[in-house]
């Protein structure tokens, strides 16, 4: 079992940047690819960026390539998205989620988080 918690979303104006973190406990981290997902109201829930257990192999999607970064900090536990020139279509809530192998469909990954608010107004 895998817990992840995420943290670091909020309001900002477009342009602006935001970090979030998502804590894991539970099984040896290091051994899961891990994901961020966004998700809109009446919207399905799509892939932003992902990363292989090792860091070594990341993912990002094409509407965030160039602003968005994924990392890991397997000492902290943490992976991280940095969020560069945040626009107000990057509204949603960011979930991250947990899998053995890096995929990019909901489906793929096995433990989520809550998810965390990210709002960027005009």
């Known amino acids: 079992q895998v817990q992840l918690v995420e943290s670091g979303g909020g309001l900002v104006q477009a342009g602006g940047s935001l970090r979030l973190s998502c804590a894991a406990s539970?099984?040896?981290?290091?051994?899961?690819?891990m994901g961020w997902f966004r998700q809109t109201p009446g919207k399905e829930r799509e892939s932003v960026a992902a990363i292989d257990w090792s860091g070594g192999s990341t993912y990002l999607a094409a509407s965030v390539k160039g602003r968005f970064t994924i990392s890991r900090d397997s000492a902290k536990n943490t992976v991280y998205l940095q969020m560069n020139s945040l626009k107000p279509e990057d509204t949603a809530v960011y979930y991250c989620?947990?899998?053995?192998?890096?995929?990019?469909?909901?489906?793929?990954?096995?433990?989520w988080g809550q998810g965390t608010q990210v709002t960027v107004s005009s």
């Open positions: 539970g099984r040896t981290f290091s051994s899961y690819a």
């Open positions: 989620a947990a899998a053995l192998r890096l995929s990019t469909t909901p489906k793929g990954y096995d433990y």
